[in-house]
């Protein structure tokens, strides 16, 4: 899949920048042309000679070089790629990207990119565990971004251990051909997302809701857009920006979202990730329920439509895939299994949202998931990745499934 593309590949500065020279041999291996992009921290690490010896080319460390701006120019290093990678990328170079700062030449070649951007952090934990870090990376994934890792193991720092360490060059280098794999299968397609919890209302002022975030199925909907889908992304009440490049349409109650749904049909793939309630008040009060005496308000409830199984049980117009999300606490995968069959879709992501999950801040509102794909094929189990990366692994397994096959 890489045959033949041209990488853009800019090297931050950070100890990790000597894994990025073996990175270039190993996309050369399969096949891509990689010009290399150096700022000017990663030369206190590794040499331009080094990686211009590796990549067979020259390398381009100047925004204002007048001969590699008379020669190539930083639009045209930007519009020449098929897909940029930054290995590594900093915490300061994260914060630059979310910023549109362009005062150097890989800011430059990042903001004029019209291509599919991987990002490979590499950091100390605790600037990878920073708020500031967090919220960075949330607005990237946001605008698209693909991330991969970083992993947990020893760091540069003697004795320190934690998430910070940069994702393996072959790790990277299949995360780049599975980003460039998405996007040629998911071209012109159709996928449908839902997110985010449902609110259903018992009077004017209260409401029935869950925990749910819509961090997982924001992710899927901005990875699914950044491998070049068409995306309509329904979401119930989230405190989450839009995913750039995905039609968004906000509903609060289960009925609305299942309105949405048909409404943005036909569709090649649909993602079930919304907590949709199960119940909702059977007759909402017209006005604010009062406290009267002693008499305490009774809440009947009624069940809500199940959208997910009404999608997957359609004839005609059905999605050629869908797939639904299962939150369980315990027998994970028993559950997940018989839900597949319950609601007759093609797969169930399921994960463990009991705080025994072993999730760090649990999956519930946090930035990580480790899931479990069942489908009729078996069971595979996903190790934990951040929510970002869990959602581009599943759009490269939807676009697998939806690419054409070949004889
Ligand atoms: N779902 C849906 N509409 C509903 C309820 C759930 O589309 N009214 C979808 C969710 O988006 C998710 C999957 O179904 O993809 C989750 O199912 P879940 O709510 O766990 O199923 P239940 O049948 O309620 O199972 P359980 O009682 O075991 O939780």
Known sequence: MLAGKTVLLIIGGGIAAYKSLDLIRRLKERGARVRVVMTEAA?????????????????????????????????????EADLVIVAPATADRMARMVAGIADDL?????????????VAPAMNPAMWTHPATARNVAVLTGDGVAFVGPKAGAMAERGEEGIGRMAEPTEIAAAAEALLAAGSALAGRHVLVTS???????????????????????AIAAAAAAAGARVTLVCG??????PAGVAVRRVETAREMLAAVEAALPADAAIFAAAVADWRVASQAGQKL???????????????????????????????????????????????????????CDWIVANDV????????????????????????????WPAASKAEVGH???????????PQEN
């Open 43 to 79: 030369q206190k690490f590794v040499t331009p000679l080094a990686a211009g010896a590796l990549s067979h080319e020259p390398v381009f460390t100047e925004l204002f070089d007048r001969a590699a701006e008379q020669d190539i120019g930083h639009i045209r290093l930007a519009r």
């Open 106 to 118: 890989a800011g430059a070649v990042l903001l004029a990119a019209r291509v599919p951007v991987l």
């Open 196 to 218: 985010g919890p449902t609110h259903e209302p018992i009077d004017p002022v209260r409401y029935i809701a869950n925990r749910s975030s819509g961090k997982q199925g924001h």
């Open 237 to 242: 009440p989230v405190n989450l920006p839009d």
């Open 290 to 344: 009062k406290k009267d005496g002693n008499a305490i308000p009774p809440l009947m409830l009624t069940e809500n439509p199940d959208i997910l199984a009404g999608i997957a049980r359609r004839g005609a117009g059905r999605p050629r895939l869908v797939i639904g999300f299962a939150a369980e606490t315990q027998n994970v995968i028993e559950h997940a299994t018989a839900k597949l069959a319950r609601k007759g």
């Open 354 to 381: 009991s705080q025994e999950s072993g999730i760090a801040g649990g999956v519930m509102g946090g930035d990580r998931n480790e899931v479990h794909l069942v489908s009729a094929a078996g069971v595979e189990h």
């Open 393 to 403: 692994r599943l759009i490269a397994r939807i676009a697998e499934a939806l690419a």
